[in-house]
């Protein structure tokens, strides 16, 4: 059986443009250029995060080309490495690889729940959100800034891009 062929994503939490910059340029070098950024967002939905920064900005990376869903648990991992990067002492990112396909967006996490499956590593995957009736629809259990829709223009992209690069 093929491993399955999704469109790689990363969510970047930033308090700062610099950081930001810094994040794209570090997920550059191992992921490719982005090929798609959606709008920023301010993070203000819960104050997970605080610790660090109390303003942070959320905005999502689409990567070029179709890679193996299978590749996530390492993804995360490679992100861990960039946060632990921007430490200063605490990290002044947070990075949240996931990918999308015609039927869902799926997020790593290390943290353990209900909801997550384990994959390995110390790495969970969670289906965060799923496209139907053509529409991104979130569950009970989805944060509440994806379940507020903000970010559905550009999953919409992303999953257009899957499409076509599917057909190709």
């Known amino acids: 059986m093929k491993e399955p062929k999704v469109k790689r994503i990363t969510g970047i939490l930033y308090p700062d443009d610099n ?10 070098e191992i992921w490719g250029k982005p090929e798609l950024l959606s709008t920023p967002v301010k993070f203000d939905k819960t104050d997970y995060y605080d610790y660090i920064s109390p303003d942070l900005t959320r905005i999502f990376l689409s990567f070029p080309g179709l890679v193996n869903a299978g590749g996530l648990a390492d993804w995360k991992h490679e992100a ?7 430490r200063q002492p605490v990290r002044a990112v947070n990075i949240d690889p996931g990918y999308v396909d015609g039927a869902r967006l ?8 209900a909801h997550r499956i384990y994959l390995r590593d110390g790495i969970y995957g969670e289906v965060t959100m799923r496209y139907r009736f053509r529409k991104w629809q979130s569950f009970d259990y989805t944060f509440p800034d994806f379940a507020s829709g903000c970010y559905d223009d550009f999953l919409l992209k992303v999953r257009k891009s899957w ?6």
């Open 19 to 28: 950081f930001l910059e810094w994040s794209i340029n570090r997920l550059s």
């Open 80 to 86: 861990i490495e960039i946060e632990a990067l921007s």
């Open 106 to 113: 799926i997020l790593a996490s290390t943290k353990d729940h």
């Open 163 to 168: 499409l076509r690069e599917v057909k190709e």
